[in-house]
């Protein structure tokens, strides 16, 4: 029997990576689509190059025919779209190009679909930034959305049009709007990751300052691990629908200092400095999802806590460092 095929877009992203695993242990034939830049930054699927099961296209979002000719050769039945500009302060300041991407890439992905073959499954990778200034508390699937960032205006097109292609072309076409994902592959300007590596660097002795934005934020933040687990059970239904995909817990990012500091025995107060370059022009203040539709419809349930997040990406953040020579 051959084997299932997927096409992944953003594999080389944190999502992508683990997607990619969990896909070809339940045994998929995985296309990655990576754009191609000068230097080749496989870091986070370099434990994955040689295996038989995988083939890296080049491919990129604002290129149509590229899209077209990856669906043609490979032929997949899935198609999961996490490529984007992910990073909301970069939206601010390339906030076309993060429409062409996040914004545009998705009707490109569903426009190649659409004309090589309709039958293919698509996720869209939709984003709880979409609910910005939230007119509800806890967000679910019907909160209507208020973003307050070019990223999530963006996100807000890419969810609208998943569903727009879903009932004008009849689409098994699904957005799973998932709320903020960690891991120890997490890009180190975010948050969790900025936090966690700090603190390990502080512990060793290799810095003594770490220099934040907005400490009352707060955040409803899962392991990406358990959450790419979700978009597969998405594309496995009798019919196509949108999910949150959330733990239900919010926490500040003062309480992530803490977390994360005290875990190794430091008092981030000691070390944490208020730098108003990490202020946003318009914040989310708090974010919290209600994902009991994808409890009850997909039998999916997070993992990992939020304690146990954080010292998971201490630990592997320490591990890193030692590695590379130091303490
Ligand atoms: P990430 O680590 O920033 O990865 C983004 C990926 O997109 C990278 O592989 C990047 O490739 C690729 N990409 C960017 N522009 C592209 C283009 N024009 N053509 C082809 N590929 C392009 O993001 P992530 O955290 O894995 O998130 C995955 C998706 O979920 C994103 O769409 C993000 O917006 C969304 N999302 C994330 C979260 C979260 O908390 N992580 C929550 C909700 C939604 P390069 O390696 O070449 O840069
Ligand atoms: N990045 C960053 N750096 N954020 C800071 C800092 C800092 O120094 N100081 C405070 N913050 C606050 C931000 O103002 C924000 O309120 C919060 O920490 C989280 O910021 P990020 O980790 O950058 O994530 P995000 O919530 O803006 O966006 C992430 O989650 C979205 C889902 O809600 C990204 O992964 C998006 O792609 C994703 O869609």
């Known amino acids: 029997m051959s084997r299932k095929r997927a096409l992944v877009t953003g594999i080389t992203g944190q999502d992508g990576s683990y997607l990619a695993e969990f896909l070809l242990e339940q045994g998929y034939q995985v296309i990655g689509m990576v754009r191609r830049s ?87 990778a939709s984003s709880s930034e979409m ?4 007119m509800e508390v806890p967000q679910t699937e019907s909160t209507p959305f208020y973003p307050r960032s070019p990223y999530g205006v963006a ?49 060793l002795g290799l810095q003594n300052e770490l220099r934040l934005g907005n400490l009352e934020a707060q955040r409803d933040w899962g392991y990406a691990g358990d959450y790419v687990q979700a978009m597969w059970l998405m594309l496995q239904q009798d019919e196509p629908d949108d999910y949150v995909v959330s733990t239900g817990e919010t926490h500040s990012v003062r309480e992530l200092c803490e977390v994360a500091f005290s875990y190794l025995g430091l008092n981030y107060e000691e070390h944490v400095v208020i730098d108003e370059k990490f202020y946003r022009p318009a914040e989310v203040d708090l974010l919290i999802g209600d994902a009991t539709k994808a409890h009850t419809q997909l039998g999916w349930k997070p993992s990992v806590d939020f304690p146990g997040l954080i010292r998971l990406m201490v630990d592997a953040d320490l591990e890193a460092l030692r590695t590379e020579g130091y303490g």
Request: proline letters at 4%; a negative charge.
């Open 131 to 134: 609910f910005g200034k939230v």
């Open 38 to 124: 000068s230097t080749v930054n496989f870091d986070r699927i370099a434990h994955l190059q040689e295996l038989e099961a995988l083939d890296i296209v080049q491919g990129d979002l604002l290129d149509q025919m590229s899209l077209i000719d990856i669906l043609r050769e490979y032929d997949p039945q899935e198609v999961y779209n996490l490529a984007a500009q992910s990073f909301v302060p970069t939206s601010w300041r390339q906030p076309v190009l993060t429409g062409e991407f996040t914004a545009l890439g998705v009707t490109r992905v569903l426009d190649a679909i659409r004309i090589v073959n309709p039958d293919i499954r698509f996720y869209q």
């Open 155 to 203: 996100k807000v097109y890419g969810h609208w049009i998943t569903v727009n292609y879903r009932e004008s072309y009849n689409l098994y076409a699904c957005s799973g709007i998932l709320f903020n994902h960690e891991s120890p592959r997490r890009g180190l300007e975010f948050v969790t990751h900025k936090v966690t590596h700090a603190a390990a660097r502080i512990k």
